[in-house]
């Protein structure tokens, strides 16, 4: 206990590991946040006209889709629409039709709306005889939203790795190692007290990330505790490895951020392009957190089938990182009584 004591208070001291600590639970509260923002009327039409330009029953008919703003000169309307913050439509009469003009830095869909407006403008009197089926708009962002709150949980539970790699380094550069090696401490007892702590304080800071990001219903809160546990232990047998083969801090900063690099970018290319390749989609799961977004994307989503696959996979995983890390230690202990 006293040598957890004082793996414990070292980490009130490394204002690295504090903000790897802090930092996911800030962004889970920004990302709350956000989420309750209304970005609906991003994707709202708007068109700019020139006073005395366009008849009566024009301006009406534009105004069935978006509001119409209208300007009192030719200057006014070109800066209205080459302004970058906006997607400003331009719509001017054009004989008996209507032509549109567009700055060039607008999104895909305002485009889209540009080039077919006219048609459509030409075309009104026959659109009034068809039936019209308002249907409901995708929330596009929603998924996204749920996307960057698992990322964040996923760096939360990475908070184990960061200080055990970090801690260990650090007690090689500041001799503490040399005299850990005499103290009365088993390889296998110093390996647990690092062991314990990155685990424990990952998985606390994924705890708390997830309540601030999920309402989930008892049963499902069970697995996503039971999938934070088994990444939080995979994180922190990371960390012990990253930290027995750093020599520098800068050698392990630069492995850490490999390794966050690797957690962070598979699981969301994967999410992204939408991998249906059975092979490709095996390869993936080599990354523990390939398994940990699969499952909590499931949960999210209301699922429980692919969040309990995900937990074999990462207990397959906490089963193989800890024998990787016991063979390294053996070849280590055998590598240094020969010399």
């Not at 990952?202 to 499902?220: H, N, Q």
């Not at 995979?234 to 012990?240: F, K």
């Not at 027995?244 to 957690?263: C, E, H, P, Q």
């Amino acid at each position: 206990m006293k040598g957890l004591h004082y793996q414990l208070k070292s980490v009130l001291h490394d204002k690295f590991c504090l903000m790897s600590f802090l930092l996911p639970l800030v962004v889970a509260a920004a990302l709350n946040t956000v989420g309750m923002m209304d970005f609906s009327s991003l994707g709202e039409l708007h068109f700019g006209i020139l006073e005395h330009d366009l008849p009566g029953q024009t301006i009406t008919w534009l105004e069935q889709y978006g509001p119409v703003t209208a300007y009192p000169t030719q200057k006014d309307l070109e800066d209205a629409i080459k302004e970058p913050s906006t997607n400003l439509i331009g719509v001017k009469a054009d004989g008996k039709a209507i032509r549109t003009i567009l700055s060039g830095d607008e999104l895909d869909l305002f485009r889209q709306t540009a080039d077919t407006l006219p048609a459509l403008y030409e075309q009104r009197e026959l659109s009034r005889q068809a039936e019209i089926c308002v249907l409901e708009r995708p929330d596009v962002m929603a998924k996204f939203h749920e996307m960057f709150l698992v990322v964040t949980l996923i760096v939360a539970m990475f908070m184990g790795c960061t200080f055990n790699a970090m801690n260990m380094i650090s007690e090689k550069e500041d001799g503490v190692a040399l005299i850990n090696e005499i103290l009365p401490m088993t390889a296998r007892q110093y390996a647990l007290q690092k062991l314990a702590i990155g685990f424990v304080l990952g998985c606390l800071s994924a705890i708390f990330t997830a309540a601030i990001c999920f309402r989930l219903p008892p049963v499902k809160a069970a697995l996503l505790l039971a999938l934070i546990v088994l990444s939080s232990f995979v994180s922190a047998l990371i960390g012990l490895l990253i930290g027995r083969i750093s020599d520098t801090l800068m050698v392990g900063v630069i492995y850490i951020k490999l390794v966050l690099l690797v957690f962070m970018a598979v699981p969301i290319l994967s999410f992204l392009v939408g991998i249906r390749n059975p092979l490709v989609q095996s390869i993936c799961y080599f990354v523990p957190s390939q398994a940990t977004f699969e499952g909590i994307m499931d949960l999210a989503n209301g699922g429980t089938a692919t969040a309990i696959r995900d937990g074999v996979i990462l207990a397959g995983h906490c089963a193989g990182w800890f024998l990787l890390y016991l063979l390294l230690s053996k070849r280590k202990r055998m590598h240094a009584s020969l010399t």
